[in-house]
């Protein structure tokens, strides 16, 4: 499997924004930013969540938001706030919340086909 990263711009509540290559993890809900990126936008912790690893151990990791900029757009998006030996990650929420989806043959993040249910009302003649 190869691995896939992009390049992206992560800016936090009082405008500070970094440079950041996040790792793309299909496997992984919640993208995750390094310990020094997130220090340095100033995201704090809004709450505190359990996450279970590949290897079943459960460990609790503060969460925050930020906005983050790709080359293909940019949105809000929650974050967990990584601790000091963590890779940045973009996962599935922050994906989804782009309209992105990965295309795991050419390793790039191409366009969601975006869906929207209406009801249609009978016309009146």
């Keep these: 499997m190869g691995?896939?990263?992009v390049e992206g711009m992560v800016t936090g509540p009082?405008?500070?924004q970094r440079s950041v290559r996040l790792l793309v993890d299909s496997g992984a809900?919640?993208?995750l930013l390094g310990h020094e990126h997130w220090k340095s936008i100033e995201l704090t912790p809004q709450r505190v969540m359990e996450f279970t690893l590949?290897?079943?151990s459960v460990i609790k990791?503060?969460?925050s938001e930020c906005l983050l900029t790709l080359s293909q757009g940019q949105g809000h998006t929650p974050v967990i706030l990584g601790e000091e030996g963590d890779e940045s990650l973009l996962?599935?929420?922050t994906l989804e919340i782009l309209g992105l989806k990965l295309d795991p043959f050419r390793r790039?993040?191409?366009p969601m086909r975006m869906m929207l249910a209406r009801?249609?009302?009978p016309r009146k003649d």
């Design 108 to 110: 790039t993040l191409e």
């Design 91 to 93: 996962g599935m929420v």
């Design 119 to 121: 009801l249609s009302r």
């Design 14 to 16: 009082t405008g500070k």
């Design 54 to 56: 590949a290897d079943g």
């Design 29 to 31: 809900m919640y993208s």
């Design 3 to 5: 691995l896939t990263f």
């Design 61 to 63: 990791r503060g969460v």
